[in-house]
């Protein structure tokens, strides 16, 4: 672990903007979100793209057309964390391909250019999930390679990129391979690890937004369970 960040003590001056590139719509906030919502308490601008609506996901109220509740759901968790924007890219759920990775970091960097227009004074920073996916899901693999792509091409021609925060599982979380569902490599070492957010101050808050996502219930009911108030503690690495 290299750096241990206060959000407390973080000033910034420029104003920040963040896009959160992520495949399902519970995923950031099962994952990041207690970072995201500091970040927007302290005026970041957050805009989130979700690239499937969840519509293979588990239903345990037997929805006709799930994809639709979840999106709403999304909505909801979206409003709490402060979002400025919500883009839902349309994806099928649980069928992202190398053909979509292309064409979804296309459309990532056409969304930044746009969304930023003609703004000067401004810092943009990606937050996406680890490379492996975290879980091992095919879409999560692509929505945070596609994410890092369109980080590194937008850098290229000149944007003003920091950096892309990878929400990862740290190894004491982790220390074995999960190989009960798809392979879940173990977690990271905290070599790997650039920064921990701890977001406890905001942890009732982290619970609603799981909560939010009531139709992925059984998932966030287990979720805490295993995590407690680790829920609330966020690791990344960091590609700049
Ligand atoms: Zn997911």
């Not at 950031?28 to 005026?43: D, K, V």
């Not at 639709?68 to 890219?89: C, M, N, P, Q």
């Not at 929400?167 to 690890?193: H, K, W």
């Not at 287990?222 to 960091?238: C, K, M, P, T, Y």
Request: hydrophobic share 35%; aromatic share 8%.
């Amino acid at each position: 672990m290299k750096q241990l960040m206060y959000y407390s003590m973080y000033t910034t001056y420029m104003k920040k903007i963040i896009f959160g590139i992520f495949a399902h719509p519970d995923d950031e906030a099962f994952g990041p979100s207690g970072t995201l919502l500091l970040e927007t308490r302290q005026g970041t601008e957050l805009h989130l793209v979700t690239l499937t609506a969840g519509e293979n996901g588990t239903n345990p109220d037997g929805h006709e057309r799930l994809g639709d509740v979840r999106l709403e759901e999304w909505k909801k968790a979206g409003a709490l964390i402060g979002a400025t924007s919500l883009h839902h890219f349309g994806y099928e759920d649980g069928t992202l391909n190398n053909l979509n990775h292309i064409e979804i970091t296309q459309r990532i960097e056409s969304l930044v250019i746009e969304t930023i227009g003609s703004q000067s004074d401004i810092e943009i920073e990606m937050m996406s999930i680890d490379l492996n996916g975290v879980t091992g899901h095919i879409d999560h693999i692509v929505a945070s390679r596609s994410a890092v792509l369109a980080f590194y091409r937008l850098k290229a021609k000149g944007y003003p990129l920091t950096r892309i925060r990878l929400s990862c599982v740290p190894y004491s979380q982790l220390p074995n391979p999960n190989t009960s569902f798809v392979f879940m490599e173990a977690g990271r070492s905290d070599e790997e690890i650039d920064e921990v957010v701890d977001a406890s101050i905001v942890l009732p808050e982290i619970y609603q937004i799981i909560r939010a996502h009531h139709t992925q219930r059984d998932d966030g009911q287990r979720h805490i369970e295993n995590l407690g108030d680790g829920v609330a503690i966020n690791s990344f690495f960091i590609l700049t």
